[in-house]
Structure formats: structure tokens, C-alpha cells
């Protein structure tokens, strides 16, 4: 076995993933990790939850594939239970992030188009943010990285900076506007949330326009801020939402979140998918909604949040050659290095047996199951510390 006849895109750790339990994950050499990376956010329950497991396994014997051309009751399940706990009417379901994303902006393009207004085709992504990998998801994001030798530009993508208040305005008017697309809180592109007061401002603007918001919550979401979508924070609401990550509890599954309104040019006929809304997907979805949407799973995230950005300030003022800021919202934590974050992470790893993710602007990021107990949090902080130090050695000389 070997990664030969994989194709190169990723740069992967020399770890063979063998099992996981809970925030812990063995390799096939027997050695015990603390997880903090979980699937980048996708195991918010942590890796082979017992009720989870079930749910797979009770599917699994009585239907796994079946054509979105029938009713499939899974579906209409997760679906009401999406909406009674959103702003949202309708859901269509993906089986990843960025189809979830796609589904989003041809949504929003189609609203305008089936109401009288087919010149609004133009969609503002913000800098920093990341959708995934479709073409419509990294024209979305805009960032050169992703899209650099994939050919020309989709027409009428833009790009907007955080804080450029008079052009985020003028985007807004401009009468070819047919949404702004937001992650309340930036994943990939090194957790920065949007302040909740912006969020207000462009929902108010936006109404003032007639322009759509898309959020893109694949990694926010799912209870990952506390809430069990981010946009809460705010006391505001998109028009439609991108989900997915924890929503299958590390099954492929994604969904497209909207208002009646947002989705009334998404008729028969007009977008679909052949695994979107699987069974398999949907019961673990379900299962998976029902537990992270808990008071228990909730505060839980609350309070393991509060414990850790108060020891990772700490580290941060025992550490500041190593440590530049600690960021984030709830348990999507980022904290900044001063030197090489993809150094400290093999460090971590190879030291400290600690997984975390990495994240734009030099940013390593903690994003631990949803249940993380308190004493896996003390741990998780014993094994930070002990990487600053090998860090701050390493570093120095
Ligand atoms: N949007 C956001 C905010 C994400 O973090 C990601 C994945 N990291 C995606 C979209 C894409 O999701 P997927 O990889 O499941 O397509």
C-alpha cells in the first residue's frame, strides 16, 4: 500500500488512521491520538458514536439506496426537523459542503431570475472565506489558490473585503446584485467571526435591495459556536444556509437550507442529485441533529469553549514567542502562531500525540468533538502547552 496511485492533492501526515472512539484516534501502529482536527468539524458527536453506529446499522439492513424519483421518509424527517429548528422552509440535500454551497448560489440566482429580475446574477464572497472545491464554490471564494489554473473566471463572482464598508454597500445596491454569500464565522481562512453587529447591517441592507444572503455554515454549524447555527449570535437570519460537516456526523452528507420565498424559482426539474438524500445519510443525520441539538450538547460547547480560550490566553501570555492571538467562536478555535503553523502541527502530533487542523493567516485550529469532557479539555491543554515548549526550543535555536 502506498499513496502512489492517489492523486497528489493533498499533503498528508505520515499517520495511518486506524480506528477512533470518542476525541481519540489510533493508528495502525497502535499509537493513541487526542483528536482535535474531527474529520475538520464533520464528527461533532466524536468518531464511532454508539447511537450513531446504530442508526448507520438500522439502515443499514433495511434500505440504503433509493432514487429521488420516490418519497423517502428519512429524507422528509431530517428535513422537518432541519426546519423546525432554522429560519428555513425547504431543504435540498447534498452529499458534501460544496454541493450544498452550489445548490446555495443557483438558488439565489434562480429566485431573481424566476421574479421578474433575471439581470441580478452577481455574487459577492467575502476575502478570506473558503466554500469548497465545485466551480461555483471557488468562484465563490475567490481566492487565487483555488482557483488559479482552472480556467476563466465564472462571470459575476466578486470579492469583498471584511470592514470595506462603502463597498460592501455599493455591492449591495448595485442592481445586478443577487446575494452575498457570508460564513459567519471563517473556517479554512483562520477563524475570524464576523461581528455580529456586521451580520445585522448587511441583513438590514440587504432587505433594503432585494438581495439574498447565502451563509455558508458547513463548518460553523451543527452546533460547532455554541448555537446550533452561528447566525443565532447575531439574532438574524440568512435566506438560505449551506450545512453539512457534523450534520452527518462524518457520513457524506450536505444540505441546502431555505426560506419559500428564496426557493421559489427551485422548481421540478430544475437541480437534483442521485445520492443527495440517501438513507443511509439521512438516518445518521437525523440522529446526529437530535443529539447536537441538545441544551446538554449546546452548553457543553459553552462551557468547554470558555475553559479553553481562557488557558489558551494564558499560554498565549507565557508563550508569546510562540502564540500571537487566540480567535474564534465556541469550539471553532483558531489560534495564531508567530512562525510556521504547519511545523507546530507536525510537532504537536509527533511529540504531543495532539491532532490539530491548520488554517489560513498562519493559524493552527482546535476544533474538538462537541462533547469534549473537561477533563479531554485539560488534557488537550497539558498537550498544547508541552508543544509551545517544544515549539519555543525549536524556534529559538
Ligand atoms: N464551506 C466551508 C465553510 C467549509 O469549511 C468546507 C469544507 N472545509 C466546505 C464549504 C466544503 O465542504 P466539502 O469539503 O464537504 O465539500
Known amino acids: ?60 439492513e433495511k434500505l440504503w439506496h433509493v432514487s429521488n424519483i420516490f418519497r423517502i421518509p428519512g429524507q422528509e424527517a431530517l428535513a422537518d426537523a432541519l426546519c423546525e429548528s432554522s429560519f428555513a422552509d425547504v431543504v435540498f440535500f447534498t452529499n458534501s459542503g460544496t454541493e450544498a454551497v452550489e445548490c446555495a448560489l443557483k438558488t439565489a440566482r434562480k429566485y431573481h431570475s424566476a421574479n421578474g429580475a433575471p439581470e441580478r446574477i452577481d455574487i459577492y464572497g467575502f476575502d478570506g472565506s473558503f466554500h469548497g472545491r465545485t466551480y461555483g464554490a471557488i468562484n465563490a471564494a475567490a481566492n487565487p489558490s483555488y482557483t488559479e489554473g482552472f480556467g476563466p473566471a465564472m462571470q459575476g463572482f466578486h470579492q469583498l473585503k471584511w470592514g470595506d464598508h462603502d463597498a460592501i454597500k455599493a455591492a449591495i445596491a448595485n442592481p445586478t446584485t443577487a446575494a452575498i454569500i457570508v460564513e459567519p464565522v471563517q473556517g479554512e481562512g483562520g477563524c475570524r467571526a464576523m461581528p ?32 446550533l447555527w452561528a447566525h443565532e449570535w447575531a439574532g438574524m437570519s440568512p435566506d438560505i444556509m449551506a450545512v ?32 443527495g438524500g440517501n438513507p443511509l445519510a439521512m438516518a445518521v ?54 512562525p ?25 485550529r482546535l476544533l474538538p468533538p462537541l462533547n469534549l469532557t473537561l477533563d479531554e479539555a485539560r488534557e488537550l491543554i497539558v498537550r498544547f502547552e508541552a508543544a509551545c515548549e517544544v515549539a519555543r526550543e525549536k524556534w529559538a535555536a
Open 1 to 60: 500500500m502506498s499513496t502512489n496511485h492517489l492523486m497528489g492533492v493533498y499533503n498528508r501526515a505520515p499517520l495511518e488512521v486506524e480506528r477512533g472512539r470518542g476525541a481519540r484516534l489510533w493508528s495502525t501502529d497502535g499509537t493513541e491520538y487526542l483528536d482535535c482536527v474531527a474529520g475538520i468539524s464533520t464528527n461533532g458527536l466524536g468518531h464511532a458514536h454508539p447511537e450513531l453506529v446504530q442508526a448507520v446499522k438500522d439502515q443499514a
Open 196 to 227: 455580529e453587529q456586521c451580520l445585522r447591517g448587511l441583513r438590514e441592507l440587504c432587505d433594503e435591495h432585494g438581495v439574498l444572503i447565502i451563509f455558508d455554515e458547513v463548518q460553523c454549524g451543527m452546533g460547532r459556536t455554541g448555537k
Open 244 to 275: 453539512a460537516k457534523a450534520l452527518g456526523g462524518g457520513f457524506p452528507i450536505g444540505a441546502c437550507l431555505a426560506t419559500a420565498r428564496a426557493a421559489s424559482g427551485m422548481t421540478v426539474g430544475v437541480h437534483g442529485s442521485t445520492f
Open 285 to 338: 443525520g437525523l440522529k446526529a441533529l437530535s443529539l447536537i441539538n441538545t441544551p446538554e450538547t449546546l452548553n457543553n460547547v459553552n462551557e468547554i469553549a470558555g475553559y479553553l480560550k481562557q488557558q489558551l490566553a494564558g499560554l498565549q501570555s507565557r508563550f508569546p514567542d510562540v502564540i500571537v492571538d487566540v480567535r474564534g467562536k465556541g469550539l471553532l478555535i483558531g489560534v495564531k502562531l508567530v
Open 340 to 364: 510556521n503553523n504547519r511545523e507546530f502541527m507536525a510537532l504537536a502530533r509527533d511529540t504531543q500525540q495532539l491532532l490539530i487542523a491548520g488554517g489560513g493567516d498562519n493559524c493552527v
